[in-house]
């Protein structure tokens, strides 16, 4: 394919609204360097943001990152690239996790338009910890959002109402878990962010992202305050029927975190547009015994990734995010990835 001088605006730009992705506490665990010779991103997990408690084996890592890579894609669409990534470059570089060239069309794709459409969702898309309405998902809604794991082989499931209220003891045993350990909320105290700390913050989840606290309800979500006293936080119910997802894959290995994270983002741009807010919950995966329990009773395949909470609601406030120029490295000389 032909490919166009990329000048570093548009590499700013591209990098930027892949950073714009979900993390796990907003560590933002990724870095990118472009190589302007080939046209070539690569996607590098950053070690110092993994969390070594909660996400050992980097599952969450990876995830994320598969959620700023399918980011990419979009924005590179929006800007008229035709992107060919491939996924875990270099086997003896397990760091490196996608290779990213971007390739003028040579002529419109069908894929392209489709990506390019959820671009607005971008800026759009923000976790939200705060009530949804008691109101129900179209079932148009609910196969658009399916549509969208699958278009990046992942599956998206709706539970019925006892395995949701199975999930939400699994979260619920999940948080009396962490709170008899205290080992178990290391990694919520060093990426959260309060008082002062929380307005100069780049990264990590501030206090004014917390939402309300729960007076009852039995919304799965994770409190990042704890015990720690929050200045005007406040108290209210949140919704007694939550509309959960299960985001699955196949496999279980890093490539597929990597697709799961993608599918993950995709269904949240999708969810985004048709008005709906979104927050997820990683708690029931975070140990294999939980994990195992979380898939579909029925079926009993797939690997549950993510749960998502979808709903009518108002949408979360923008998260930080560290600047481009600190996740954006610029090489001049070949990637070595083919």
């Not at 994320?64 to 929006?78: E, M, P, Q």
């Amino acid at each position: 394919m032909a490919r166009r001088q990329i000048d570093m605006d548009t590499v700013t730009t591209l990098v930027a609204a892949a950073a714009a992705a979900p993390s796990l506490h907003n560590a933002q665990p990724w870095s990118f360097r472009f190589h302007t010779d080939q046209g070539v991103l690569l996607l590098r997990a950053d070690l110092e943001r993994a969390m070594h408690r909660t996400d050992p084996g980097h599952r969450a890592l990876h995830i994320g990152c598969g959620a700023a890579l399918f980011n990419l894609r979009v924005a590179a669409a929006y800007a008229g690239f035709t992107v060919r990534n491939r996924l875990l470059p270099q086997p003896a570089d397990p760091l490196l996790l996608a290779a990213v060239h971007l390739d003028d069309p040579d002529e419109p794709e069908q894929e392209a338009d489709d990506l390019a459409r959820l671009h607005p969702a971008i800026a759009q898309r923000h976790s939200s910890r705060y009530p949804f309405e008691e109101k129900d998902i179209p079932d148009a809604v609910r196969t658009a959002l399916r549509a969208a794991a699958a278009g990046e082989g992942a599956e998206l499931l709706f539970p019925g109402p006892w395995h949701t209220e199975s999930l939400l003891e699994l979260v619920r045993d999940a948080e009396s878990r962490d709170a008899l350990d205290p080992a178990g909320t290391e990694d919520l105290h060093r990426w959260t962010r309060l008082g002062p700390e929380a307005d100069i913050a780049t990264d990590g989840v501030p206090e004014y992202a917390f939402g309300p606290r729960r007076r009852d309800g039995r919304a799965p979500l994770r409190d990042f305050a704890g015990r720690r006293p929050v200045a005007d936080r406040g108290t209210t119910g949140f919704e007694r029927h939550p509309h959960l997802a299960l985001l699955s894959t196949r496999g279980d290995a890093p490539a597929d975190w990597l697709i799961a994270g993608q599918a993950l983002e995709r269904v949240l741009l999708e969810a985004t547009l048709a008005g709906l807010a979104t927050s997820l919950t990683s708690h029931p995966r975070e140990t294999p015994d939980l994990r195992l329990l979380a898939r579909d009773p029925l079926s009993g395949t797939g690997h549950v990734q993510m749960v998502l909470r979808i709903g009518y609601g108002p949408h979360g406030p923008a998260t930080p995010r560290r600047p481009v120029r600190e996740v954006l490295d610029i090489a001049q000389g070949p990637s070595g990835t083919g």
